[in-house]
């Protein structure tokens, strides 16, 4: 029983993960285009992130966000590949 229910997180896993992952590059391109190239202090604006090249700043709240999506995904996405592994090998 237990094991049917590995069977669908793993899936979920993924696609979570894969979602994360692409929301996190959507915003990180969105703010790319609309942030400021220099610090802005009054408006928040002081964390650098860079694209190529191109800094930009975006606030504090955006930043943690950004990383939080692009660790989470790609960890979940890690996770789901190990689990998709352990189970292949305890089908064995």
Same mark, same amino acid.
């Given at each position: ?13 993924? *696609? ?10 959507? &915003?990180?391109?969105? /703010? $790319?285009? #609309? ?22 700043? *975006? ?10 999506? &692009?660790?989470?995904? /790609? $960890?979940? #996405? ?15």
């Amino acid at each position: 029983m237990a094991e049917k229910k590995v069977k669908r997180i793993v899936p979920t896993e993924l *696609v979570v993960g894969a979602f994360a992952f692409l929301l996190s590059l959507a &915003l990180f391109l969105y /703010w $790319s285009s #609309i942030s400021p190239t220099a610090p802005d202090p009054a408006t928040g604006h002081i964390c650098s992130l860079n694209n190529h090249g191109h800094i930009f700043y *975006v606030t504090t709240t955006e930043t943690v966000v950004y990383h939080t999506l &692009l660790i989470g995904g /790609w $960890s979940l #996405i890690a996770c789901g590949i190990v689990h998709r592994l352990w189970l292949e090998h305890r089908m064995r």
